[in-house]
Structure formats: structure tokens, C-alpha cells
């Protein structure tokens, strides 16, 4: 699904990011959402850095100046999750439509973005954001090993099945894109790094990340 | 709504916690949702500690061995968000019936759990569930900043307004719920502080604080 400037979506997403994170920005799951739905959306670049201040009005688009924002007529959303959430709401692809498998589903999503992000970001704040801290070293010890408990009960829930329930959902979209990224991957249990690597060998996951990449200037914008 | 040992959903809760966390387990949001919803329910108490081993039966209805679970029929969830987004879904005084509404409440709800909850449980981790360890002091003062950052924005968006959007929804039920107790509402701006205290002031509120109190015994079992 190429990029579309007439599509009815649009989303925001930066104009250009340092290399660590490049393929790691929150606008990659959306985009991912979008590319397994087949529907056609349009990004709308922001200056300035990740973490940088954002105009007035942006801030009332997506209260803490981050992206992804989403727009679609007179619906404003924020919150990688919810946007995904509302993009599967209309694409099977994503969201099976018995009540069964769309609650299962959904519980994975909100198993991916709390209880595995909460210690996801735990571990990255202790052991990689704030590396050049005297504590992190000590910190992220300790995180990382809250982080290994909760990798290693997903493992022993997935077991040898494909994905975390009996098909590909909008939960596995969200678990592995909270998952993947080097730092991660190596703690994990053999049978998630496999499941992590299945999910961005996904056609959808690949034109999703190449379509973020081509976002990204060369230089600061 | 009082406990209903009839009623048709079962929410798993603990049957003995520490005085600390006592009205703090994640079963109190359930609890919230379905008073507000009106709905009856039923609780199956686990025994032994909050982060203890669990049957192997438990960990195959939650992954991690945690609180809440959620059974109706043959629908079993787990994931606070999760459930809670389930009984919404039925009820119109959690989640408005129209499209530009409900996105922006579950845009909220996972505000709560992802960008806020990340942040809140980061710092308790440092500072508070880690107190004893040499580095609590300095990463608790680091995290701490980035916490207070993501509530100095959130007061910013709230203003002078009672709940995030124009009335309350499952958002706020969430995000009182993510962020009420005192080392968080402490460092909160006194609107956020005073939003969080007409969230615990709703009647729904103290019926299922009551009920999830009541539920503890007072020795370990």
C-alpha cells in the first residue's frame, strides 16, 4: 500500500530522527496496521527532535508532543495502541470477528503495550537511555531481570504455536513491535527471538518499515 | 452492586496481600468498571503472595501468574485494559456510543496504561520497590523527572475541565486508576491531584474499593 497524499488518513510521524532510532519510532506500528488492512494513509512530517517541544496546537493533538497522531475526517486519535486498535476494528485481517477471538486479541494488545512495555522501558530507561549514569549498570541488572521473568512466561504461553493464538491478530502486531530491537531480543527465549523474527518477516512489517525509513532526511529537519 | 456468587462473570482477585497494597491490586479497575456498568459478579480468591508460583492451570488463563482474570462463559480475558474495554463496550455511562467519543476514550484508556503507566511504574520500581538497593535514591530522581514531565502534560491538556474529555469514560476510570496513590499524587499538579480525587470520589469507586477489601483475609492464606 504506497503512501498516499489524497488518502482520507493521515499520521504524524518526524522528519528525521538519529540513526539508533530509525525503524524504532511508534508511527512503524500504525504504518504496520495500515500495510495488513490494505488501507492507504498519508504521514505528515514534524521538525525538531524526538523529545524536543512541539507548537501549542500540536500539543493538543497528542498531549505529551509525540508521534504517532492520527487524523481521519473529524476523528483525532493518539496512542499507538488505540489507533491500531481502531484500525483493526475494521479489517479482519487484524481482528477476527467472533467475540471469542476479537476479545483474545485485544488481550494481547494491551498484554504487549502493559504489562510487557511497562518492563520493556523500565529496562531500556535503567540499562540503555541512562547508560552514561554511575546507577545504570546496577539498575538495569535488576530491571532486566523483572524483564527475563515476564519474557520467559510469554515463552513458556507460546510455546511451539506460530503466533499467540491460533492466527495472526492485532495482539501479535503490537508484542512483537514492542519486542523487537536488539537489546531485547538477546534475553529472550529462543522461541520468542523465532516469533519476534517471524512477525518483521511479515510482507506488511517490510513495506512498513521501508515507508518510515524513506520518511527520514539525511540531516536535522 | 453487590457480589453476586451467581452472576455469570468471575473476576480472580488475591486473598491476602500486604496492608500496602491493599486497595491498589489491579482487580479494584474491574471492580470500578462493573459497578459503574451495573454488572454482578463473582471473585475466585488465589491464594499465596502477590508475585508467588501459581498452578500451571493459572498461568494458561494468565500468562504471568497475576490478577485480574476474567471469566464469562466461555470468554476468558486477562489484562485490566482488556476487561475493562469488554464491559465498556456494554455500557454507555463507560464508553459513549458514538465513533468520535468512544475513539477518544480508548485513546485515553491507553494513555493510562501505556504512556502514563510506563512512566509511573518505571518510578516505582526505582524509587519505591527498590528502596532498599544503593542506586534507589539516583534512579528514582531520574525517572521521577521523566514521570513528572508526562504529568506536568497531562495537567496541561486537562486544564480546568473535570474529566479529559466532556464527560467521564473508561479513559478516566483508567487513568484515576493508574495514577491515585500518594508517592504518584504527590509530584502531580493540583489539578491532577484534585482529578484524581473526584475519580476516587465516585460512588462506583468506593463500592469496589469496599468489595476488594472486603475480600482480603486478614492473615496470608
Same mark, same amino acid.
Given at each position: 500500500m504506497p503512501i498516499d497524499p489524497d488518502a482520507a488518513i493521515e499520521v504524524t510521524a518526524f522528519g528525521w530522527v538519529p540513526e539508533g532510532a530509525r525503524g524504532h519510532v511508534r508511527d512503524l506500528r500504525v504504518r504496520w496496521a495500515l500495510e495488513e488492512a490494505g488501507l492507504p494513509y498519508r504521514t505528515r512530517l514534524l521538525g525538531g527532535a524526538i523529545g524536543g517541544e512541539r507548537s501549542a496546537e500540536y500539543y493538543r493533538e497528542q498531549p505529551w508532543g509525540q508521534v504517532p497522531a492520527y487524523r481521519e475526517g473529524d476523528l483525532q486519535l493518539f496512542e499507538c495502541g488505540a489507533i491500531v486498535l481502531h484500525i483493526a476494528e475494521r479489517s479482519a485481517a487484524l481482528l477476527p470477528t467472533d467475540e471469542i477471538g476479537r476479545g483474545r486479541a485485544i488481550t494481547w494488545l494491551f498484554a504487549a503495550l502493559n504489562t510487557m512495555d511497562v518492563a520493556v522501558m523500565a529496562y531500556l530507561m535503567a540499562a540503555?537511555?541512562?547508560? #552514561?549514569?554511575?546507577w545504570s549498570a546496577d539498575a538495569g541488572a535488576t530491571f532486566g531481570g523483572f524483564l527475563d521473568q515476564r519474557l520467559a512466561r510469554l515463552g513458556d504461553w507460546l510455546g #511451539?504455536?506460530?503466533?499467540?493464538? #491460533?492466527r495472526f491478530t492485532v495482539g501479535d502486531l503490537m508484542m512483537v513491535a514492542t519486542l523487537r530491537g536488539d537489546s531485547i531480543v538477546a534475553r529472550a527465549p529462543a522461541n520468542i527471538a523465532d516469533y519476534i523474527r517471524r512477525g518483521e518477516e511479515r510482507a506488511a512489517f517490510q513495506l512498513a518499515l521501508a515507508a518510515q525509513l524513506a520518511d527520514f532526511s539525511p540531516e536535522p529537519v
Open positions: 540503555v537511555f541512562n547508560s #552514561d549514569k554511575p #511451539d504455536r506460530e503466533w499467540l493464538e #491460533d
